[in-house]
């Protein structure tokens, strides 16, 4: 796999002082990551809409130091100076560090914020690692001379995958794939791109409200779990199916079959849950009113011959997915039902989105 073409080859100059503030945005996957190999590849290839509201703003202010074998860095979550995220970051510094040699002449100070509720559940390391890819090729692409925005992108996005897989297609909008596929023109295992394919209308727009059912950490990290696809029973066959989903849903994406959307990701959020349940160990992340909520679902849809229906992330809390024609019924029913089913009557409207943006 070509990964030299991440690292810097020109001789760079030399900038005293530089700041860049990123904003970068969650994602939500239809067809899921679940299951990867060193370093940072994925067993199969995954598509997510990305989000709109849901995103990360980080700063990170760049000062000239003498060169050293350990990466300085201060770390700042929303005003506060957070220790203990310290780990992850600098284990993502560690990853990175043959492709950003630069960040070893740097002291960096990262000021960061999430639009989302801290600890509400939804992951925040795809548009954290991402907002941190983003300030990185902003550096990087005033040392060098020009970059593309195409290579700042694609290079932005294989270091934000080596910090996260899921941050990998947390850099462009609305749908990007991340994985090898045969029907995915330039897809990658490296890095996410942008769906090539023209989208049919329905699909535009789309709308993603995000039900807090639970909002505690969570008791097994993504890592731990994608480990549990190792000599996992049934996993050889998940990934082919993965694959499968993905070409079939790339057809339903270009000719709009908004029923066969809705089965297929709803059958995907449903094998995610079910590889952590046979798994060993084996654990359930599904809440009690998780299911409320996706039976809640599965009647409105019979009831009002609705487009409805959810995806869950690796965690308790549902994703709900309508077409924007279906948007002031369908927040109505949120609202007024399943809002009840929500910790403190907690959700978030969000829609697909278009990406990182420098601020
Ligand atoms: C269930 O990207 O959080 O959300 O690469 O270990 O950081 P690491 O895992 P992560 O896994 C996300 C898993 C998922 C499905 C998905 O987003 O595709």
Redesign the pocket.
């Known amino acids: 796999m070509n990964t030299t073409q991440f690292i810097p080859k020109s001789a760079l100059k030399s900038i005293e002082k530089a700041t860049f503030t990123w904003q970068t945005p969650s994602n939500i ?1 239809l067809v ?3 299951g ?1 190999s060193n370093p ?1 590849i994925p067993k199969n290839a ?1 598509i ?1 809409f990305t989000l709109n509201n849901c995103h990360t703003i980080t700063t990170i202010e760049f000062e000239k130091k003498k060169a050293s074998e350990n990466v300085d860095f201060n770390l700042f979550f929303e005003g506060k100076q957070k220790d203990e995220f310290k780990p992850k970051i600098a284990e993502f510094f560690k990853r990175v560090a043959n492709y950003c040699p630069y960040i070893f002449e740097y002291k960096m100070t990262i000021n960061s914020e999430n639009s989302f509720p801290h600890s509400s559940g939804i ?1 925040s ?2 548009s954290g690692l991402s907002a941190i890819a983003m300030c990185l090729m902003s550096l990087e692409n005033e040392l060098s001379s020009g970059l593309s925005s195409e290579f700042i992108n694609k290079k932005a996005s294989f270091l934000a995958r080596l910090g ?4 990998s297609r947390s850099v462009e909008g609305p749908l990007v794939v991340w994985g090898n596929h045969p029907e995915i023109e330039g897809s990658s295992d490296l890095f996410g791109v942008k769906f090539p394919h023209k989208v049919h209308p329905v699909f535009e727009n789309y709308q993603d409200a995000i039900l807090l059912v639970d909002k505690g950490e969570k008791q097994v990290s ?2 731990v779990g ?1 480990n549990l696809m190792t000599n996992h029973p049934y996993a050889e066959n998940r990934f082919v199916q993965a694959n499968n989903h993905l070409g079939k849903l790339s057809k339903i994406l270009q000719n709009g079959d908004v029923k066969s959307f809705v089965n297929l990701v709803e059958s995907e959020a449903l094998t ?1 849950h079910a590889m952590m349940m046979t798994s060993n160990p084996y654990f359930i992340l599904m809440k009690p009113n998780t299911l409320e909520i996706i039976n809640k679902i599965w009647s409105y849809r019979k009831e009002n011959d609705s487009n409805i229906c959810f995806t869950l ?2 965690g308790a809390n549902v994703h709900v997915l309508y077409p924007f024609s279906e948007k002031e019924a369908v927040n109505q029913f949120i609202k007024s039902e399943l809002s009840n089913y929500c910790q403190k009557k907690q959700y978030i409207y969000d829609s697909a989105g278009f990406g990182a943006k420098q601020l």
Do not use: E, I, P, V
């Open positions: 996957a899921k990551y679940w990867k940072q995954s997510s992951a390391s795809a996260s897989g899921s941050a993504s890592t994608h995610l992330d690796a």
